[in-house]
Structure formats: C-alpha cells, structure tokens
C-alpha cells in the first residue's frame, strides 16, 4: 500500500515554501520553529525526497521541493473545499424570478440590491425571456416569480401598476448634412424591436397598421441595451415603456406624425401553490419599489438580526 500524505505536514510545508522561514511559518501556523521543522522532516519522510535545502543563508527549495509545492497546493484546496462543502450551513434559501430584458435592466436592479441588503442569504436567479413565454413557463412551475408585461386590463396575475408607452427615436442632429431626414420620417419607416412575442412590438406595429403606414424591422434583439444602441446609432425608432427608455433618446408622438400608444400592465405572477417565504419576500418587495405600493411591509434599510429567520423557507 502507497503511504497516504498527511495534510498537515503538507500545510506545514506550503506555509515554509511561501515565508521561506521555519520561524515565519511557524507565527503563521501558530506552532514554534521547532514544530514546523519537526513536520517537514517527517514529510521528507514520508516521499523518500529532501524538499528544502538549509543553510546560514535560509531555506532553499529543491527541485524535488518545487514539484511536490504544486501538488501540495491542489490538494490542500481540494481538502478546504471538501470540508467546507462538509461543514455549510442549511441549504440556501433561493427565488427564481423571469423578466424581459427591458425589466431586468432598468427596472429591477434597485429592487434587488434592496431586497439583498435586507436578505443577503437569499440567492436570486433572474432569467430573461419574453412576456408570454415567461406566463407559459411559470404555470410549468419552473420560476417561482415572472414580472412581465401584458395588455392593460387584461386578466392573469397580479396588478403592479400601469405604465404608458412611447415612441422612441435618436436624439436630434444638432448639425445635419444636407438632404439629411429624420430616421422618423423614413418610408418604410424602420424599426427597431424585441423579438416577436413582445407585448409592445404587437402594439406598436398594430397601431402603424391602424393609420396605414408603411414599416420595416431593421433590428431586432432580446437585449434592451442593444435596442437602445440601435435607436441611438440611427437604426430605427422603437416603442418601449417609459420607464425604459434612457435619457439619451427622445421621444415622438403626434407631432412627428405618430398614434398615441394605450397604456400597458406591468403584472406580477407566482407560481401555483405554497409559495416559500423568500419568494413572497421579493414579490412583496416588487409591489412596494416597483408598483410604488405602499403594502405596510417595506424591507428594512439593511438587514437586521432576524433577517435570516425571516427568509427561512
């Protein structure tokens, strides 16, 4: 049978590697010099090798000492990793929340650096996707939350508030070439939208069908960053809720020849069933910053003694 290396002579010999001292390592591991030279001969031991040369001038490494170091190294990790795998607290709490794009990014940032601060053991997953699919996947059961947007008035979820919606379009040229039009005043006029799906897209593009003008999508992406950077680089205007829309972008509306655009819902949906303290915790704290609610239960400003039994499941 092969001998088995002893993690603490293996400790011993990193903590001399690293301060090139027995006096040091021993401070750092808190035994004498004596003690740490006492571990280090017996690993010497243990793989038949010298991993240190002594003399007046200090420590030196062998070179049999330099190839040992590495794996000391990994099996050192590997063995703080085990026991601290070994050694965790209860399972961390966790809520899975899905969101367009648009959301995650403008709107639930403060919502959860809020929500994190008062409740730091909670873990968040957020996952993007459109609002239709995010209903669909949340009666499946695989998110616990979905903050999605829907036809106002319609049924299905819970009421976070009501959100206008605008047209969008770069900001103006304060120096434009000759000949130069607006990209608003293009025909087709071109567009740039989230993906099919997208409960503004449907009405926008519905509303230019009502009046009878000519469209064309000219971008498309999931991602609202890059719909904004496309509206900014001249793409195409798009129609978003206010709540999205940067400060760097302007918006139109009948002046420049668009139809005003009907409020959207901003809705709140839970998955069926129990629902965990946690998740009634960020659903809470969605109504209240989101929805402006004021539900008589606002998270502290930061977390206090109780927080890890108020986020127990």
């Given amino acids: ?67 040992l170091l590495a794996y000391a190294r990994r099996m050192l990790t590997l063995n703080d990793e085990v026991m601290a795998l070994m050694h965790r607290g209860p399972a961390v709490a966790s809520v899975r929340i899905g969101t367009p794009d648009d959301y995650a990014t403008m709107l639930l ?16 997953e957020v996952i993007c996707d459109n609002s239709p699919d995010l209903v669909a996947e949340i009666d499946k059961g695989r998110y616990d939350l979905a903050l999605i947007t829907r036809k106002a008035g319609e049924a299905g979820g819970e009421l976070v508030r009501q959100e206008p919606v605008s047209w969008v379009a770069p900001p103006r040229d304060p120096a434009p070439m000759t000949g130069h039009r607006p990209v608003e005043s293009l025909d087709p006029l071109p567009l740039a939208l989230f993906p099919k799906g997208c409960v503004v897209r449907d009405i926008a593009v519905a509303a230019l069908d009502g009046m009878g003008r000519g469209w064309r999508v000219s971008f498309t992406s999931k991602s609202v960053v890059a719909v904004h950077g496309a509206v900014m680089g001249g793409l195409g205007v798009t129609a978003m809720e206010s709540c999205t829309v940067p400060a760097s972008l302007r918006r139109i509306g009948a002046a420049e020849g668009f139809p005003d655009l009907p409020d959207v819902d901003i809705a709140l949906h839970r998955a069926r069933g129990t629902a965990a303290k946690p998740v009634r915790l960020l659903a809470d704290a969605i109504h209240d910053l989101v929805g402006g609610q004021m539900l008589g239960r606002r998270m502290p400003d930061r977390a206090g003694p109780a927080s890890a039994a108020e986020a127990a499941p």
Avoid: C, I
Avoid at 7 to 18: E, G
Avoid at 43 to 48: A, R, S
Avoid at 109 to 124: G, H, I, K, Q, S
């Fill in 109 to 124: 940032p403060d919502v959860l650096a809020r929500f994190n601060a008062a409740y730091p053991e909670v873990m968040v």
């Fill in 1 to 67: 049978m092969p001998a088995n290396l002893d993690t603490d002579l293996l400790r011993a010999f990193v903590a001399v590697a690293d301060s090139a001292s027995f006096t040091r390592a021993g401070e750092r591991l808190g035994r004498t010099q004596a003690a740490v030279s006492q571990q280090v001969r017996r690993l010497e031991d243990t793989v038949g090798k010298r991993v240190f040369e002594r003399d007046t001038h200090g420590v030196r490494m062998t070179r049999d000492g330099e190839v």
